[in-house]
């Protein structure tokens, strides 16, 4: 894409209202707009990333064998009575409206209720199960504070999915699937490395639960680390007598954490609250055994730009970047511009995704700051200099020093990286 | 994909509270779930639908320049009492909600503001212009009745595109490259050839607006065709002086219709009351010149099921079928199942769309009418007949008779189609 086309444009002025990383960058790199305290919009190269996001979490999803549903934001109360999560002493997140007749409704900040009500037109006999659903779809949470950017908001895209199993010892079996699929997911988003598996709190159906808990300075929750056993323990549950059960010996390090997904076994506390029940092969009646499984699209893209930004700006892995290559034409020499748009459409030719700063009357200094700023991988320059050197400048973004290579050599390098 | 393995299962009743025909057959063959009057998820095989026409839309309106963005359901009171929208009373169909503060909210029905708003960030010269941006969002509208199926919902989502232009001559060359989108568009969902371009009322910047209507004898509208001009007139601007000013001649034809897309010259209603302006080549200051056009990619899928089916069931086109082909394995014999499921894995492997019907211990009478309701393009059988034929049969779902031809046939068959 021609950055001149692109309606967005940097910004060098911090928002005065973010104290957050990811919101100050993301903004000033025109990825996202502030609606209001906790309410985002997803503007292009922002919602490029965010769909690469997306992406990776569906193939993963569908290769454990989800499928794929869309539910609504509009909740019908009456579901919800029956779980009791209706009240708002009980559930201090909703959102409420009303209907003309006055009738109240929700707007949904998860969705075990409507889910379960589904399946109970679809599961009947052993034969049905086990199976999982998910769904990328918009949650409402009226939290009170709202400062973290996008990684806690009132309005966000939650992949949620929900595993439905006869009983426990089938439910373990996927569960674990669950975990490796979770694992895959932040392998590929580029923060593999600094997320941990972490034993957390559980509910009445199960001693724990699971967060997948990355490590960032600015990081809301507290966590262990037992580097050895590549796990760690969320503060919560850190206790003498856990370390023992899980025999993971003394050597932790404490650290801040970003939870960027978690898995949970949910029991039958929703089957038995909304009769969602099953035949087994004898002819008797059983409660179904579930789980769920969340991921946060934007709060993942959020924790890329906390762990990995440096001091000029973000650094997007290859995954999710919103184009692989930033091509920078240098100066008004017609030479330098007729040899960039050659290699613009050099690139663009053999798919690869590249962002072409090709505005006039921009200084090499304000474009290598944006290309700073913005972040894409790889940094191919254009210029009087590079000509001379029959080539072009390539330069990682985490890298300090380019190098002067031929067009060839930059297809043959981005090729076989990709 | 098996049709085993797929969690929904088709219904033979007619769920009691649904009067429209395009909700009866797509809750019946599970492709949808009503929540409540007016609400409606989007189980696997809807989604597939409405995934493919929001694919179709997407290239079309990246065709004409446009940049994808997400805005938010959450809207700040203040942007739309600046634009007088804010009020229930010149509003009647909002939805609105408070934050923990008691500060009022509204959930979006529409995006004139918030992205008006937002281009202020980024439109400030004649250079800017023009652009145009669109989202596939969900929007909110508080209908006081809702009983058209997925026609008219109270919670949906809306592809909106706005356009920016300096001024209103070019805004009308990008008006008339929207327009001949929205041609494509219904033409290659299936419906071109029953949506016709109408006169409809404009607002103040405009004598009309355009919408895209499709006859079906359930539509809402009435609408008056002229054949010769491939147009129509909208019954609420249907007069003498009209036809006369269009040159349209005297030989209309009454019929009831659906609006499947409109598309609206805004003026400077909206920049006028938010200052959205830009600098001139001579430096005056100028409001910017807006256009929109949306289209509800589920009201297209309604439509597409109320003008195709015929009493047995859907008839989906074969660019918005969930898959292209429903494969039938008939009765218990063992080599008839392992000849189906040697037809569904060269299918496949042939990147061929193709649901699976491998399940035991239901009738051929059932498969089929699962068939004729679920509506894909063609329908393979696989059964003791035809592999004493040694063939399959295939048979299109507009069709009466099938026929019996052999696999390679049938490669080519789907191969030349597609």
Redesign the interface.
Known sequence: MRQS?????T?KEVPTDEVSKNAELLIRG?FI?K??AG??????LG?RV?KKIENIIREEMDAI?G??????????PELWKKTDRWNDQKVDIW??????NDTE?G?GFTHEE?LTS??K???NSYR?LP?S?YQFQ?K?R?E?RAKSGIMRT??FVMKDLYSFCKDETEHNKFYEKAKEAYKNIFQRAGIGHLTYLTYAGGGSFSKFSHEFQTVTSTGEDTIYINEENNIAINKEVFTDELKKELGLGDNFKETKAVEVGNIFTLGTRFSDALDLTYQTEKGDKKPVFMGSYGIGPARLMGTVVEALADDKGIIWPESIAPFKVHLLSLGEDENVKKQANLVYDTLVKKNIEVLFDDRDEISPGEKFADADLLGMPFRVVVSARSMKEKGVEVKKRNEEKGKVISLDELLNLLKAIS
Chains 1, 2 share one sequence.
């Open positions: 086309k692109l309606f967005t444009k910004k025109g707009h609606e209001m309410v985002y919009s997803y503007l292009p919602l965010f064998g499928q794929e549903i869309t539910m609504t934001a509009l909740q019908n959102f409420k409206t009303k209907l003309k409704l707007l409507p589904i399946m037109n679809y599961i049905d199976c659903v918009t409402f009226n009170i009132r309005e």
